[in-house]
Nanobody, 125 residues
Framework: QVQLVESGGGLVQAGGSLTLSCAAS????????MGWFRQAPGKEREFVAA????????YYADSVKGRFTINRSSDKNTLYLYMKSLKPEDTAVYYC??????????????????WGQGTQVTVSL
C-alpha cells in the first residue's frame, strides 16, 4: 500500500508563493497517478490538481489553473505542488492523494484510493 506524508504548509501573505511536498512510499512510485485535494472550513473537499504516473499529463481545477503547478520526482519519490499568486480563498487543508481509479482523473474524492494526513495552508490579506 502507498503511504503519503505531506509537508510545506504554512502561513503566507496574499500574492505570495508556497510549495507543498508529498513523500510517497510502499509501492513503486512511477506506477500510479497522484494529485492534490483541499478542504476549506465548512466546505467539501475540492479537487486541485493531478498528474499521471509518468508526469507527462496533468489536470488542474479552473480555480488554480495558471497559478499552481503539479510535478513529481521519481528520484525522490515525491510529489510537489507549487503555488503562486496565492489568494485568501486558497486557505484550506491540502491533501496529497494517490492511486487514481482512472485517467483522466475523477474530480471526486472517491476517485483516489490513498490519502495523506493533510497540511494546512493559510493565506492572509
Amino acid at each position: 500500500q502507498v503511504q503519503l506524508v505531506e509537508s510545506g504548509g504554512g502561513l503566507v501573505q496574499a500574492g505570495g508563493s508556497l510549495t507543498l511536498s508529498c513523500a510517497a512510499s510502499g509501492r513503486t512510485f512511477s506506477t500510479y497517478a497522484m494529485g492534490w485535494f483541499r478542504q476549506a472550513p465548512g466546505k467539501e473537499r475540492e479537487f486541485v490538481a493531478a498528474i499521471d504516473w509518468s508526469g507527462g499529463s496533468t489536470y488542474y481545477a479552473d480555480s488554480v489553473k495558471g497559478r499552481f503547478t503539479i510535478n513529481r520526482s521519481s528520484d525522490k519519490n515525491t510529489l510537489y505542488l507549487y503555488m503562486k499568486s496565492l489568494k485568501p480563498e486558497d486557505t484550506a487543508v491540502y491533501y496529497c492523494v494517490a492511486e487514481a481509479s482512472r485517467w483522466p482523473p475523477s474530480a471526486d474524492p472517491s476517485g483516489f484510493g490513498r490519502w495523506g494526513q493533510g497540511t494546512q495552508v493559510t493565506v492572509s490579506l
